[in-house]
C-alpha cells in the first residue's frame, strides 16, 4: 500500500514537460523499433524527426504570439530563431536608433532657435581685438536661457521616452554608459551616428525657422587660441561631462533605483553644467550638438576639443564609478577581490 502511496506522489510532482518528453522520446523508439524490424531504416528515422519537427512548429508558432518577455527566451533555442530574429533585431535596435534620432534632433533644434553665449568668455586678452569686433548683446551675455532651454528639453525628452528606451541624447553619454560597463560597446558607432544625424536635422530646422534662412546656434571658436584658452576649455568641458556621465550611470546602473524624479536629476544635471561651463565656453557636454551646425557652417576650428574632452570626461567617470558607486559584478577586478567575504576560524574550548 506504501509503495502505490509513494508512486502515486511521484507522479503527482512530475514536471509536465518531463513527461511530454518522455512520451516523444517513447514514441520515437517505438517507430524506430518498428521501421528496423520491417528492413524501413531510413523510413523509421524520418518518420521520428517528422514527430520532433511538428512538436517544434508548433511551439514556434505560440512564441512568435508572444511579445517581448516570452520572445527573449524564445531567442535562446536554435529552432526559434527564424520566428525571433525578426522581432528582436526591431525592438533592440530599430526602436532605440529611432530615439537617438528623433531627441537629438528636437534638443539641437531647441538650443539652436535661441541666442547661444557661444564661447565668448573663452577669449582673454590676447584676444582683444576679436571681442571688440564681435561683441554680444546682453541677451546672450549670460548662459540662463540656453541653459534653462537644454535643461527642461533633456528632462522632458527622458521623461517622454521613458518606457521606450534609455534615451542618451548625447554621445558623452554613450561613451560614460560604455565605458562604466553599463551598455553594449557594439552599439556605440550607431548611437553616435543616429545623434550626428539628428543633430544635423535638428539645426537644419533652426536655420530655417529661427533664423530665416541662416545659420543659428553655431558653437565656434576663434581662429587663434593660446594654450592657456584651450586648457581651460578643455578642463572645463570635461568635468561638466564627467558630472553628466556619472548622473546618468548612478541611476541606470543602480538596480536598486526606484526615485521617481532621476530624469529631472539629470535635467538639472545639464541645466548647471551650461553654467558652470560658460566663464570659458564649455558646457556642451554634446559633441554632435556643435558638430551637427559645424557642417552645415563648415567651419570646424578646434572641433576635436569637444571629442577629447567629451572622452576624458566619461573615462574620468569610468575610473570613479567602477572604483566606488558601482553594483558589485561591475566593479574593477581588483576591487572584487579585495572586498570578498573572509571567514576566520574561531577556535573552540577544545582547541584551547
Not at 50 to 59: H, L, M, T
Request: net charge negative; aromatic share 10%; with cysteine.
Amino acid at each position: 500500500m506504501s509503495e502505490i502511496k509513494d508512486e502515486s506522489i511521484q507522479l503527482v510532482e512530475s514536471d509536465p514537460a518531463e513527461i511530454k518528453d518522455d512520451e516523444k522520446k517513447v514514441a520515437t523508439e517505438e517507430i524506430t523499433e518498428a521501421g528496423m524490424e520491417s528492413g524501413g531504416v531510413t523510413d523509421a528515422i524520418e518518420q521520428a524527426k517528422g514527430i520532433i519537427k511538428a512538436d517544434k512548429e508548433s511551439e514556434t508558432e505560440k512564441a512568435c504570439l508572444i511579445e517581448n518577455k516570452s520572445e527573449v527566451e524564445c531567442f535562446k533555442k536554435d529552432f526559434f530563431e527564424e520566428c525571433s530574429n525578426k522581432q528582436h533585431f526591431y525592438w533592440q535596435y530599430v526602436r532605440p536608433l529611432a530615439a537617438e534620432f528623433i531627441t537629438s534632433m528636437i534638443l539641437i533644434f531647441n538650443v539652436c532657435s535661441l541666442p547661444w553665449p557661444n564661447t565668448y568668455q573663452a577669449l582673454t586678452d590676447s584676444n582683444a581685438s576679436f571681442v571688440t569686433s564681435h561683441p554680444l548683446e546682453i541677451s546672450q551675455e549670460m548662459p540662463l536661457m540656453p541653459a534653462f532651454t537644454a535643461g527642461f528639453t533633456v528632462f522632458a525628452l527622458l521623461t517622454m521616452f521613458h518606457y521606450v528606451t534609455i534615451a542618451h541624447i548625447s554621445p558623452t553619454v554613450t561613451f560614460g554608459f560604455a565605458l562604466s560597463g553599463n551598455f553594449d560597446f557594439k552599439l556605440v558607432v550607431p548611437y553616435i551616428l543616429a545623434q550626428i544625424l539628428g543633430a544635423i536635422t535638428g539645426a537644419a530646422l533652426a536655420m530655417i525657422g529661427s533664423g530665416h534662412g541662416d545659420l543659428v546656434g553655431v558653437v565656434g571658436l576663434p581662429d587663434a587660441m593660446t594654450t592657456a584658452q584651450l586648457t581651460a576649455l578643455l578642463i572645463a568641458e570635461m568635468q561638466v561631462s564627467f558630472i553628466l556621465c556619472l548622473s546618468t550611470n548612478l541611476v541606470v546602473g543602480n538596480k536598486n533605483w526606484d526615485m521617481p524624479v532621476a530624469t529631472l536629476m539629470i535635467g538639472l544635471c545639464v541645466f548647471t553644467g551650461i553654467m558652470a561651463g560658460h566663464m570659458s565656453g564649455a558646457g556642451a557636454m554634446n559633441p554632435a550638438r556643435v558638430l551637427g551646425p559645424a557642417i552645415l557652417a563648415g567651419n570646424f576650428n578646434y572641433h576635436w576639443v569637444w571629442w577629447v574632452a567629451s572622452l576624458l570626461g566619461s573615462l574620468q567617470c569610468a575610473a570613479v564609478y567602477k572604483l566606488f558607486f558601482a553594483e558589485e559584478e561591475k566593479l574593477f577586478g581588483f576591487v572584487r577581490q579585495a572586498t570578498k567575504k573572509t571567514y576566520t576560524e574561531i577556535p573552540t574550548n577544545n582547541d584551547a
